[in-house]
């Protein structure tokens, strides 16, 4: 509890040293006079009249609780907002069978959608020279022959770790093992601008009302406001399937002000290992990754495009994306104040209510 007019108590200082000597002064006054108070001193006062002086500290006590009041006693409570001006990304991860092709990381031969995972996790939660995204709008699309949204753009990043993890390549002999790199894009694009919309659409209603201000009258920013938007596309192929051209996709990023990094994986014609009556051996999956594409993609709506040949390759470029795509988060605290001098006002009525109901009956005196 803390007091808004703290100086109103000095008025103590004043009011109890006048006490003091304004009943000094008068109780050397008497209302009547007599010839001689000999008879009357021998007489022992009875307890009501040694009692009488708590009339006096019932109205000292009025006045203490006055003075307190009008002090305005209040107790805060301290609220935290923190408010994020962050990246709006979407992450467009390719699961075509040519993305079962081995790769080496960390001393391991994984597949290039297992080696995907891992690096983005680590982009995700942040590991080594990667800060992670903890205050960005993250979401995942994946695709193949057709785009999906696996998951939706979510500041709970667990949720989004939990569907990467459990992507899975499409089967070689599956109709839907294809490349719709355009389509893919096209979604990412769409969630993102439809995501702008409904941010810039609560900020203002946020903006208009009045409980978007604090106590000393400052405007409290919205939790989220976009720094960019951006898509991160992972693939190792080339576009041969879907109803959007890849540059049709990137052309309409561009003009909602999208912003793609394109990382192509692997690299050349891609191979899977097999395991024969004779061993293993390496069977060619007839698709190789169209670097044209992704430079022209990326150079279009502003990004840059990098190639991965194996893991640590790949995490050198998804911490230049991070480099790239910070975020910046201010923590605003500010107090939210309730008046407490009510209970003072009352208890100082109470007691002057008290002394002024004694002096009339118990302690009642002539003249």
Known sequence: MQLYSPWVLLLLIVFIPLTFFMGRRLGVRAPLRFSSLREAAAVRPSLRIRLRGLLTVARLVCVVLLIVALARPRRGTTFEKVSTNGVVMELVVDRSGSMKTKMKYQGRELSRLEVVKLVLADFIKGADNLEGRGSDLLGLVTFARYADTICPLVHSHETL?????????VPDRSPENAT?????????????????????????KLKATATSYNDN???????????????????????????????????????WGIKIYTIGIGGGQSYTRMQGLF??????????????????????????????????????????IDEQEKSKIESLEYNRYEERFGPWALMALLALALEMLMSCTVFRKIP
């Open 161 to 169: 770790l939990g569907f990467l993890k459990q992507s899975k390549v």
């Open 180 to 204: 719709a790199i355009g389509d893919a894009l096209a979604l990412a694009a769409a969630r993102l601008k439809k995501a702008e919309e409904e941010i810039t659409k609560r900020n203002a």
């Open 279 to 320: 061993g293993d051996f390496l069977v060619p999956m007839g698709q190789e990754l169209d670097e044209g594409l992704l430079k022209s993609i990326a150079e279009q709506t502003g990004g840059f495009y990098g190639r991965a040949g194996d893991g640590q390759a790949l995490q050198k470029i998804v911490e230049k």
């Open 217 to 255: 009258g400052e405007q409290i920013k919205p939790e989220f406001e976009i720094r960019s938007k951006v898509i991160v596309l992972l693939t190792d192929g080339r576009q041969n399937a879907g109803k959007y051209l890849p540059m049709e996709a990137a052309q309409l990023a561009k003009e």
